[in-house]
């Protein structure tokens, strides 16, 4: 009883959170029909600041840390991006129902990294007071980038034995780098990086970006809750495997990669909100640039199952439930 | 004075709108124009106002106007057998009638 208590407990707090209170109001309105929106403009603004407050965060730690630290975190991301993505096409290729391209969509995108979950694991850790290196926010092209790459190429291969689709032209694994590079969030996050480690942006990080960011990320977050309950809908119409697949995905990517960062932990003493953080890049799915990289990339793949997957499912189990679950697991562990 | 032409009307998702504006540039179009908006069709919902988070999933149509009848039809059959074999979209000719000539 005692447990069952503390597990209620830990809900009911997490709940309170704004962060996820703010998603489950956001899906709250949106299955109560409500007319609120947030404008588009306002939500890009919103990524951007998000992603600059972390690159820029990220950027004026990398000037003091030793960049070898870096180097094995980095390896390893790039490493559970492909594992995630060849683990998504083995599970889903032999589910009924399931068209190979759209299996390797929705592996693809569950490889690839959701930037708003990323910076709400993070506000997560603040909050908890586990400490973490700034520059883990580095490591999100690593993993984000050779996801979508491997689940494109594995794509074409495949179309590449169906005689009827061999003369169709495809994108190259340059347009895909280039296509990821130029998207909104790597963009800002990026620069944000460069400019904390090249210039002094103390004075507007400490005025504006961080003030800024617990606000604008529960904005974000009602956002996310509107996205995912209407996608809710586009997802009811294709196979119910992705569902499955959705709930039990970011635990396991999870999992996995926290496995991957006990031995970074134990190789160059990679901190445990570090490992924390790793594990959300693998446990979320791309919501905003993966989307429209994996569209041009797979066009055959059909946007209601990965996009339904990933975003009405997906991001709200990593927001609720993994997010939490790994900050315990490092603090039980560590 | 009133000269025939060919309206060539492409409706696709926005995340292809560069892709064909360059087969089009290649193909020898002197200007086009490019229309945003919403619907639903056999692949996707494209709803124009609930889903703020995707920018390349929304409908855009691309519309150009050429005098040259033959070059119209070339350009929407290699578009509609080498583009839209696979992609999503909506390729349509329709006769037009347009009063400066030269521009087109």
């Known amino acids: 009883m005692d447990l069952l208590a503390s597990v209620f407990d830990l809900i009911i707090t997490g709940l309170q959170k704004p962060t996820l209170g703010f998603l489950l109001g956001g899906m709250l309105i ?84 959701s930037a708003s979950t990323f910076a709400a694991a993070m506000l997560h850790l603040d909050d908890v007071g586990m400490e973490y290196e700034a520059w883990v926010s580095a490591l999100y092209p690593f993993m984000d980038i050779p996801a979508l790459i491997l689940a494109i190429v594995l794509a074409r291969m495949a179309n590449k034995k169906d005689p009827s689709k061999r003369n169709q032209k495809s994108v190259t694994v340059g347009y895909v780098i280039k296509d990821s590079l ?6 800002a996050l990026l620069l944000g990086l460069v400019l904390g480690l090249l210039t002094r942006p103390e004075s507007v990080y400490d005025s504006f970006y961080e003030p800024m960011f617990r606000g604008l990320l529960s904005i974000m977050m009602l956002i996310m809750g509107i996205e995912a309950w209407q996608r809710l809908a586009e997802l009811r119409r294709v196979a119910h495997w992705y569902a499955i697949y959705a709930v039990l995905a970011p635990i396991v990517h999870g999992l996995i990669a926290f496995g991957f960062g006990y031995v970074a932990h134990q190789v160059t003493g990679f901190s445990p909100g570090g490992v924390v953080l790793l594990s959300i890049l693998a446990a979320s799915s791309s919501d905003i640039s993966g989307p429209p990289t994996l569209r041009a990339g797979i066009p055959s793949a059909n946007p209601s199952a990965f996009i339904g997957a990933s975003t009405s499912i997906g991001t709200p189990i990593c927001i609720a439930i993994a997010i939490p679950l790994f900050t315990q697991l490092a603090i039980a562990v560590f | 004075m009133k000269h025939s032409a060919k309206l060539v009307s492409i409706v696709t998702e926005k995340v292809f709108e560069v892709e064909i504006i360059r087969l089009l540039e290649k193909a020898g179009v002197k200007g086009y124009t490019i229309f945003e908006g919403g619907g639903s069709g056999s692949f996707h919902h494209h709803h124009d106002n609930i889903s703020p988070m995707i920018d390349g999933f929304r409908i855009v149509k691309i519309e150009t106007i050429m005098s ?13 057998e080498e583009f839209f074999s696979e992609k999503p979209g909506v390729v349509s000719l329709s006769d037009v009638e347009v009063f400066r000539n030269q521009k087109f």
Request: no cysteine; glycine share 10%.
């Open chain 2, 68 to 80: 040259d009848a033959t070059l119209a039809e070339q350009i929407a059959m290699s578009l509609v």
């Open chain 1, 30 to 113: 949106a299955a109560l029909g409500s007319r609120l929106t947030i404008p588009d403009q306002v939500y890009k603004f919103i990524v951007f600041v998000l992603l600059m407050k972390v690159g820029l965060s990220g950027g004026m730690e990398i000037r003091n840390a030793n960049l070898a630290d870096l180097l094995l975190p980095a390896v390893f991301a790039v490493l559970i991006g492909v594992i995630i993505v060849l683990l998504g096409q083995l599970v889903l290729t032999r589910l009924p129902g399931i068209k190979p391209a759209d299996a390797l969509a929705t592996a693809g995108l569950f490889g690839a990294v």
């Open chain 1, 182 to 187: 130029q998207g909104s969030a790597l963009s």
